[in-house]
């Protein structure tokens, strides 16, 4: 049974961190470009970062350049993103997805999403 599964999401004070992980079962990752993407309440779903199957090649959406990471640690079959300095409009559910293609900010690209973890950054 394919699964995607993220973990890590948290209410969390301006300025704190979070790792957001996501960890695939019955599928590995080894070939397959994996992204996050979030969604805050209202808005549409937006490619925050990306990474590649090789993790060479990483891309990040604008506003959270600098204070993002992400890395993928094939040999757990999971992907992480960092988190720093987060902000009240970092909030939102972030969702990993896996595309058999390369990195694409088009949601539509990827082939399998996880279920999605909750992110609230608040006083």
């Known amino acids: 049974q394919l699964q995607f599964v993220e973990s890590g999401g948290a209410l969390v004070q301006p300025g704190g961190s979070l790792r957001l992980s996501c960890v695939a079962s019955?599928?590995?990752?080894?070939?397959?470009?994996i992204a996050w993407f979030r969604q805050a309440p209202g808005k549409k779903r937006e490619g925050v970062s990306c990474i590649e199957s090789s993790g060479g090649t990483t891309n990040y959406l604008d506003s959270v350049t600098g204070r993002f990471t992400i890395s993928r640690d094939n040999a757990k079959n999971t992907v992480y993103l960092q988190m720093n300095s987060l902000r009240p409009e970092d909030t939102a559910d972030y969702y990993c997805?896996?595309?058999?293609?390369?990195?694409?900010?088009?949601?539509?690209?990827?082939?399998?999403w996880g279920q999605g973890t909750q992110v609230t950054v608040s006083p």
């Open positions: 019955g599928f590995t990752l080894d070939y397959l470009a």
């Open positions: 997805a896996a595309s058999m293609g390369w990195c694409d900010t088009d949601w539509r690209e990827y082939d399998y």
